[in-house]
């Protein structure tokens, strides 16, 4: 299995419809989801899909094809997860309708594009290779911990303040994790 650590950004037009489509990691779901409604308020349609790994280990999926004909929009980028077998991930696509309409197939075929672009345009990792590992730092170093884990696309998974010092539990790649330790403990 396969998840987003860092998004994805596509654009398909067709027929003057715009499609554009973000990838982005599970936990940002209902973050971007807000925004993109706050961001596009003239759009027509904002679809979306998701797939997430519960802590059972039963795999959640979901979507909507929010009033595009069924199963033309919504299923199609769920699909696009399920055939890349990528979990804890959820793809956006923003419609602005042209005028024009599409027809079923055309709108499988436009959505699809688009959320294909987005993934291509993701930093995808399998999920074996993500590593955690506990770093060790005093609350001084805290914001700068933080601002690299961003960059470097680190997901802290826990932080815990004992006195003087700070444990921040990072998941993320090995080599990555290690070059933040390095560089936060200048």
């Known amino acids: 299995m396969y998840t987003v650590i860092k998004e994805g950004y596509g654009e398909y037009e067709v027929k003057k419809s715009k499609f554009i489509s973000y990838v982005v990691p599970y936990e940002n779901f209902e ?3 807000e925004h993109l409604k706050t961001e ?3 759009a027509r349609h904002i679809v979306w899909a998701y797939r997430h790994l519960q802590e059972d280990q039963q ?4 979507c909507t094809d929010d009033g595009e004909p069924k199963n033309t929009s919504g299923k199609p980028t769920l699909n696009i997860l399920y055939h890349n077998d990528i979990i804890n991930t959820a793809v956006f696509t923003v419609r602005y309708f042209g ?3 599409l027809g ?3 709108l499988v075929k436009a959505y699809t594009e688009s959320a294909n672009r987005a993934l291509n345009d993701a930093t995808v990792i399998d999920t074996a290779k993500l590593y955690k590992k506990p770093v060790k730092i005093g609350y001084d170093k805290i914001n700068h911990l933080e601002y690299l884990a961003g960059i470097y696309y680190l997901k802290i998974v826990n932080r815990e303040f004992l006195g003087t010092y700070v444990i921040f539990t ?3 790649q090995k080599e990555v ?5 390095m560089e936060v403990g200048k």
Do not use: A
Request: net charge negative; charged share 30%.
């Open 31 to 33: 973050g971007k989801l």
């Open 40 to 42: 596009h308020p003239k």
């Open 59 to 62: 795999i959640d999926e979901n």
């Open 99 to 101: 005028g024009i309409l």
């Open 104 to 106: 079923t197939g055309g």
């Open 170 to 172: 990072l998941q993320g």
């Open 177 to 181: 994790i290690d070059r933040l330790e």
